[in-house]
Structures are given as structure tokens and as C-alpha cells.
């Protein structure tokens, strides 16, 4: 059985051979010869693969950022940092998580089969990161780890990842200029929210995308050279901040300090490149495959993939987005300065990743007034909800990180002060949730319909 459980963990855990799958599967179910078969799953393989490399270079290029600002300030206190905390977590809830992960995984299918909410979560990685929120809150409240919590859990993240990406898809229509793939992250909430703000405060016909630069600058269309320059400005200030010695023997084991701060730019840059390369092997390859499932599993349903796949609709989009939620974050923190709370120290690779999609959300509906308002609004969110949820996560309050995205936090904080009220009550309540979405899927237009109003 443990070895069993295990090798479900490991392949709904690493995106690329889930995904890969995937797409073999819905070439299969196509009829699709066997060479394209067999290329089409191992270039939306490699294509993941290349993406998620992207995205670790991005993050350990953010490493050194955190560790300076850190030093730079003199600030102690929490940082959110999803892969932290569950790493921690793991260690007492694993079973459990992974028991929970697989009832999710059947209840979204379920769901996308028969309601109106056509959207079948892929992100490997946060299956398991909410599973293992989940667990926490539940076994926190008192519900042990038993069969209850497990399906209960499982009830919860199927529901939040079936309905989450529906609320982002109207966004995403417009984002990427078709219906043909969804959402799949845990900062949803969030980025819906960004997108009404950019709506509603943002003004269209200014796009971050538009900016005109002079032709003496025309060399800045490029998103590797403008971000290789801005991220070079940014980390030689905070470089000369924190002096040669911190960074020379801290960091960069004796390299220059402004050299190393110049190659770290270079390679947050890279990784961004990088990143791009893999979403285009990926939409390439994903969506004619997926086909075969909507058609034969789950008609008309879409892959729910995880953040970066819209980053190179908007590059400028993602830079802005990136400086703006994290300017606002660094507010935020002083703020919990003045107010004696606990400290919520910026998480550079969550308000990278979360900052540059709610830029995206709020620019595709309100320009760049709408990116900088959607990506300050996300920014203040994933600031200070962290402070409401520390209480709901039992031993896990004592560390020194906490979960970093709206999808957990907002969800976290319901569950928690139902928790509070009780186990019954926290078992109705992820009932109702359940049962309150299939009630909207009954009243909601459909899929095509939405599409044709969108347009």
C-alpha cells in the first residue's frame, strides 16, 4: 500500500510526467498514430520540464534578492513560502495529504464531468500544497487523520479546483485571446480580484504592452534585455545596500559584489526566457492533445495550468506587476512594524509570481492603471491575510513560514474559524460549499455561451 500511495505522490507531484500523460492519453483516445502520439507526449513532457526549469532558475535568482533585503532591513520575522512550509508539514501529514491529493484529484474530475465548470486541474505541485493545507487546518480543528478528514479534504481542494479556475476564465479569454486553456494556481482568488479592480478602476485603452519607447530605446521591446537591465538596477542598489563584505562572504563566496548583482539579473532574465520557451512547447502540444479528453471523458473541458503559461502574453505586464506587488509588500511589512504584529516579511518568489499574474489580470481589463491597481491590491492581500491564518495552522504557526497565496489563505481562514466552531461544523461546511457550487453550475450559462458573450 505505502508503495502504491507512493508512486501516486510522485507522478501527480511532478507536472511534467502528469501532464505528459495527460496528452498521451488524449492522443490515444484520439486514435492519433502512434509516432504522433508518442511525440506529442514527450514534447509537452520536455515542455514542462523546460518550464518548471525556468521557474526554478527565476526563484534561486530570487534567493540571494530575499536574503539581502532581509540583511538589508534587520527584519525578523515570517516569510511566506509555500514550498517551506509544506516541506515542514510533511514530515507529521504526508499520508494523509497524499490520501486527500487523490480524492481531490476524483472529485474534480467528477465535478467537470457533470456540472458546468469544465476545468480539470493539472498544477501537480499545488494538488499536493492544498492537500496538505487542508490536512493541517482539519487535523488542527481536531478531526484527526482518519477516513473523515481524508475525504472531507479530498471534497474541499476538488471543489476549490474546480471552481477557482471558472472564476479566472473570463480574464483568461481575453488574456490569451481564446477558451482553450485555463488557470491551474493557487493565487485565483487573487487574480480574479485583480482583474475586477482593473475593470472597474483601470482605464483599457492603455496597455502595458503599448508603451512606446524612442527608437534610440527600441532595444526594450525585448523582454530579456528590459528585464536583464531593470532587475541589473535593482539588484546593484540593494547590493551597494548591503555593502561588499555581506555579499562577497555571505553570498557570492568572493566575487564582486556589483558583478555578482549583474549575473543574478542575467540569470532571473535567463530564467525567464527559459520559461517562455517551455509555454510555447507546452500550448503547442497540451491543447490539440486534451481534445481527446473533452471529447471522450469530459466534453468541452479545459486544462487548468499553472501560472507562468501566461507570461508571455505580457511581458512588461510581469515586470510591473512583480515591482509593484512587492513595493507594496515591503509597505505592508512596515506597517506591521508600527502595529506590534506579527511580521509578514515580502516573499520575493510569491510576489513575483502572484505580483506579475494579478499585472496580467488587471491589464487585461484596465490597462497599465488597471495591472499596477490589480497588482497592488494581490499585494496587499498576500500580506496581511497571512497574519489571520497563523492561528488556524496549530504547531505550524511557530515556524518561520507560512502559506503564501490567496487560494490558501482566504479558503484557510473560512476553514479555520469553522474549525473553531467545531467539527460539525466544519464538515457541513465543506458540504455546502460543495453543494452550493453545484447549485451556481445548474443556474450558469454554458461554456459556449460564456465564450460567445465574452467575445
Not at 93 to 108: D, F, K, R
Not at 377 to 382: A, E
Request: hydrophobic share 55%; aromatic share 10%.
Amino acid at each position: 500500500m505505502n508503495a502504491i500511495l507512493n508512486i501516486f505522490k510522485s507522478v501527480a507531484t511532478t507536472p511534467a510526467l502528469l501532464v505528459g500523460l495527460i496528452a498521451f492519453l488524449g492522443l490515444v483516445l484520439q486514435k492519433k498514430p502512434a509516432t504522433n502520439v508518442i511525440q506529442g507526449s514527450i514534447k509537452t513532457f520536455a515542455g514542462f520540464l523546460i518550464l518548471t526549469g525556468g521557474s526554478t532558475i527565476l526563484s534561486n535568482a530570487l534567493t540571494p534578492f530575499a536574503k539581502m533585503f532581509k540583511f538589508a532591513l534587520g527584519v525578523q520575522g515570517v516569510v511566506p513560502s509555500n514550498e517551506a512550509v509544506v516541506a515542514i508539514a510533511l514530515v507529521k501529514y504526508g499520508s494523509t495529504a497524499a490520501l486527500i491529493m487523490l480524492v481531490g484529484m476524483i472529485v474534480n474530475v467528477l465535478l467537470a464531468r457533470f456540472t458546468k465548470f469544465k476545468y480539470i486541474f493539472l498544477t501537480g505541485q499545488a494538488m499536493l500544497y492544498v492537500a496538505c493545507f487542508a490536512a493541517v487546518v482539519m487535523i488542527s480543528a481536531g478531526m484527526g487523520s482518519g477516513w473523515k478528514t481524508i475525504l472531507l479534504g479530498g471534497l474541499f481542494e476538488g471543489t476549490l479546483f474546480t471552481v477557482t479556475p471558472a472564476l479566472c476564465q473570463p480574464f483568461m479569454r481575453r488574456i490569451t485571446k481564446a477558451d482553450t486553456v485555463a488557470m491551474g494556481h493557487t493565487g485565483n482568488i487573487g487574480y480574479a480580484i485583480a482583474g475586477w479592480c482593473g475593470k472597474l478602476f483601470g482605464d483599457k485603452s492603455h496597455d502595458t504592452e503599448d508603451i512606446n519607447f524612442p527608437k534610440s530605446l527600441g532595444f526594450m521591446r525585448d523582454s530579456t534585455v528590459s528585464i536583464t537591465l531593470v532587475m541589473s538596477i535593482v539588484y546593484i542598489i540593494l547590493a551597494i545596500v548591503c555593502g561588499p563584505h555581506f555579499v562577497e562572504s555571505k553570498l557570492s563566496a568572493g566575487t564582486n559584489f556589483i558583478v555578482y548583482a549583474i549575473v543574478q539579473a542575467g540569470t532571473f532574465a535567463a530564467g525567464f526566457a527559459v520559461v517562455l520557451q517551455g509555454v510555447r512547447m507546452i500550448l503547442a502540444e497540451i491543447i490539440p492533445a486534451f481534445q481527446g479528453i473533452a471529447q471522450k471523458l469530459v466534453p468541452n473541458s479545459k486544462p487548468a495550468l499553472d501560472v507562468p503559461i501566461i507570461f508571455p502574453y505580457a511581458p512588461n505586464a510581469v515586470l510591473l506587476g512583480f515591482v509593484v506587488s512587492f513595493i507594496v509588500g515591503t509597505i505592508c511589512m512596515f506597517i506591521m512594524i508600527a502595529m506590534h504584529t506579527t511580521v509578514i516579511i515580502p516573499g520575493v518568489v510569491g510576489h513575483f509570481f502572484c505580483g506579475a499574474a494579478a499585472a496580467i489580470y488587471g491589464n487585461s481589463m484596465g490597462g497599465r492603471r488597471g495591472a499596477i491597481i490589480g497588482a497592488s491590491v494581490n499585494g496587499i492581500i498576500i500580506s496581511f491575510l497571512p497574519l489571520f491564518v497563523l492561528p488556524v495552522l496549530g504547531s505550524l504557526k511557530m515556524a518561520a513560514s507560512t502559506f503564501a497565496d490567496t487560494d490558501y489563505l482566504i479558503p484557510g481562514i473560512i476553514l479555520g474559524k469553522l474549525g473553531s466552531a467545531g467539527a460539525t461544523a466544519l464538515t457541513i461546511g465543506i458540504i455546502a460549499f460543495t453543494v452550493i457550487v453545484i447549485l451556481i453550475s445548474l443556474f450558469m450559462k454554458s461554456p459556449k455561451q460564456a465564450t460567445k458573450q465574452s467575445k
